[in-house]
């Protein structure tokens, strides 16, 4: 089963734009990463945010948390063409470390 | 080695026939995940490691899914008789374990099975 859900499924910018994704959570978490994936093959961790922290910023990146709706947003600010991906949010269901993965959302920036 | 690798990046097989897919993960990092990603979806999480010990197998989907890992480090994931449901991305990720789960995870490439 799949404990986050994004929102939305597809996006599609032009460079420079900002682009905002959601992801949604069902059980307590103690933190939820940010993941992208580029041609469907490996993925690259983005960040890493705690359960006790409500924003996170990283270059041009900004994730926020919001324990109390079990929600989390993904912001990418004046994007590149390169920003092309899927992005995934995952969060650990116990204490072992595995992470569960939503569908994804699929981003598209077009130059 | 600077990442995690994975062999081969691509199989292709019969259903029916046996596969062996490799990990070698970050030296020196104990903790050892296997990932399924079906074409358009996320990871379903399989198997994860502890140094060579398998404490939580709970994703492995049948009975013909097995892995081990020696020495601390290389992964193998075996899917015996495959199946054509079995077709997906394969991706292996490790990272340093840290207490109560928080930790970035680093991932190899995967590996593309195709099952005919």
């Known amino acids: 089963s799949q404990q986050g859900e994004e929102d939305p499924q597809a996006l599609s910018i032009q460079e420079g734009e900002n682009a905002t994704m959601n992801c949604s959570y069902k059980?307590?978490?103690?933190?939820l990463q940010w993941y992208r994936q580029n041609s469907g093959r490996g993925l690259v961790h983005l960040i890493l945010i705690r359960s006790n922290e409500r924003e996170k910023h990283s270059g041009r990146l900004r994730v926020t948390l919001d324990t109390s709706k079990k929600s989390s947003s993904l912001l990418i600010t004046a994007s590149r063409a390169a920003d092309t991906a899927s992005y995934f949010c995952a969060t650990p269901p116990d204490s072992w470390g595995k992470l569960q993965f939503g569908a994804g959302t699929q981003v598209v920036v077009t130059p | 080695g600077a990442g995690v690798s994975q062999s081969p990046s691509n199989k292709v097989t019969e259903k029916g026939k046996d596969v062996e897919l490799r990990c070698d993960p970050i030296?020196?990092?104990?903790?050892l995940y296997w990932y399924r990603q079906r074409l358009g979806q996320g990871l379903e999480f399989l198997i994860y490691?502890?140094?060579?010990?398998?404490?939580?197998k709970s994703g492995l989907p049948s009975d013909r899914f097995s892995a081990e890992r020696t020495g601390e480090s290389v992964s193998t994931l075996t899917i015996q008789r495959t199946q054509q449901e079995d077709s997906a991305v394969y991706l292996c990720?490790?990272?340093?374990?840290?207490?109560?789960?928080?930790?970035?995870?680093?991932f190899g490439p995967g590996t593309r099975l195709t099952v005919l």
């Open positions: 490691f502890q140094g060579n010990s398998a404490p939580d």
């Open positions: 059980t307590s978490i103690n933190n």
């Open positions: 990720a490790s990272s340093p374990w840290t207490a109560g789960g928080v930790n970035e995870q680093f």
């Open positions: 030296s020196g990092h104990t903790a």
